[in-house]
């Protein structure tokens, strides 16, 4: 079993000199892999999670992993967590908070010991059994490569090895473990298929475990190469336009880097029929995110849709602060120029068409706005959308106004009405990003 081990570690290129943190259960077989890496003398910490769920037997199996790391010189770190309490809290099955909680703990045990390996210990038979639990429950590609060998710091050294073997390897050193009598209950969808379905199918079989192992690794190899084809830019036209495999592929994989989530065969294809969809505009909500199209970009927002402006009254002769926008508004009385140039940022409005104060908010429904004098007024809805603003960005566009029209938007300058004649009182408007320390009155 060394020589597995060795290899493995040699073909993940994990360096002599890396520390291993191993998920020690005190099993047969994450006991196998700690004295297997012990043997091979590589630096090894463990952690036991302790579940709270089985009572006395819990308690021994953590005595047990204490007494063998002191033993073996291997520091040993044991973790405490009540799981019942909190799958109830969480309102979910106590297999799979143990299990969220475990991997939790993991990380934070190995960040506290810099550890850049996590070793659990999965092997050949877990690897079977995962792939059917996948097919029984429905899966695609991903499901049927099994339990990868590597994903990020997590390594499964024994993942080649059989529990046969595993068991031969500790009864030659004379090396007991300890057992966990849930293993029996065949409640327990794994339990069930390792006690009912693994012993059928090893008739058929008997090599049934390797064969898995070996389709695993073959599958594994299309789904990199399947991954590399449908890396890219999230653009509607361009996943609409891919053969449907990689564009659903490439939908789930920018989900999953959004959310942490694994995104159903059902919200992937919501995903690509918004994709082909004639609304540049259009989103759907998924869980734990929305996505939204800009036009042709696509975006996983895992913040919602933005909130509009609040309602400021500009403060005369000062500067007012939209942080929402980024930007500050200065209003100044002033006299117009014999020769006026405005400019997006520097601009004048007549004092006589003010009706009220002049306020910065977004746009509400009515708004409209003239360019220039040669064009004709439009709706800001209209404008904003032949000019191909994200309907998401369209309501934090700064509008000045007063109780009855538009004077000014942001990006656009001053509405062609509001021109103030030569000579005749105004205001003057001068928008600075607020990171400008420069914005004093000027």
């Known amino acids: 079993m060394n020589r597995s081990v060795t290899d493995f570690l040699a073909s993940a290129h994990i360096s002599p000199e890396e520390r291993i943190l191993v998920a020690l259960s005190g099993g047969a077989d994450s006991t196998a892999l700690l004295l297997s890496l012990c043997e091979l003398r590589r630096p090894v910490y463990a952690v036991h999670v302790h579940h709270g769920i089985r009572g006395a037997e819990a308690d021994r199996d953590a005595e047990f992993c204490r007494e063998l790391c002191l033993r073996l010189g291997v520091p040993f770190q044991l973790c405490r967590v009540d799981i019942p309490a909190l799958a109830a809290e969480r309102g979910q099955g106590l297999e799979e908070t143990a299990?969220?909680?475990?991997?939790?703990?993991?990380?934070e045990s190995a960040e506290a010991l810099s550890c850049s390996r996590i070793a659990t210990a999965h092997n050949l038979e877990d690897n079977a059994e995962t792939v059917l639990l996948h097919l029984v429950r429905g899966t695609g590609l991903s499901g049927l490569c099994g339990i990868p060998a590597v994903r990020g710091r997590l390594i499964r050294p024994l993942l080649s090895v059989s529990r046969k073997d595993i068991e031969k390897y500790l009864s030659d050193r004379g090396q007991n473990y300890v057992s966990d009598s849930t293993n029996t209950d065949t409640d327990l969808s794994r339990n069930r298929i390792r006690s009912c379905v693994m012993p059928e199918l090893l008739k058929l079989n008997p090599a049934?475990?390797?064969?898995?192992?070996r389709m695993t690794e073959t599958l594994s190899e299309d789904a990199a190469f399947m991954d590399a084809l449908a890396d890219g830019a999230l653009s509607a036209a361009e996943i609409a336009g891919l053969p449907r495999p990689l564009a659903l592929r490439r939908l789930r994989r920018a989900y999953t880097e959004s959310t942490g989530l694994i995104l159903s065969r059902e919200g992937t294809e919501l995903c690509l029929r918004l994709c082909k969809s004639e609304n540049p505009s259009a989103s759907i909500d998924l869980p734990g995110c929305r996505l939204r199209r800009e036009y042709d970009r696509l975006i996983f927002d895992t913040l919602g849709t933005a909130s509009s402006l609040p309602p400021q009254q500009l403060t005369l002769e000062d500067f007012t602060d939209v942080p929402e926008a980024g930007i500050r508004i200065g209003l100044f009385s002033d006299t117009a120029?014999?020769?006026?140039?405005?400019?997006?940022?520097?601009?004048?409005?007549?004092?006589?068409?003010?009706?009220?104060?002049?306020?910065?908010?977004?746009?509400?429904t009515g708004d409209t706005f003239q360019r220039n004098p040669r064009a004709c007024r439009r709706s800001l809805k209209k404008i904003f959308i032949d000019d191909r603003i994200p309907a998401t960005q369209r309501d934090r566009i700064p509008v000045l106004a007063d109780s009855s029209s538009v004077a000014a938007v942001h990006g656009y300058g001053a509405d062609a009405a509001w021109q103030p004649a030569p000579g005749t009182p105004c205001f003057r408007i001068e928008i600075r990003p607020i990171a400008d320390g420069s914005a004093d009155n000027l």
């Open 208 to 213: 049934f475990p390797e064969a898995v192992f």
């Open 337 to 364: 120029p014999e020769n006026i140039h405005n400019s997006l940022t520097s601009f004048y409005v007549s004092c006589d068409r003010i009706d009220g104060h002049l306020t910065v908010r977004s746009r509400i």
């Open 99 to 107: 299990r969220e909680e475990r991997y939790r703990l993991l990380e």
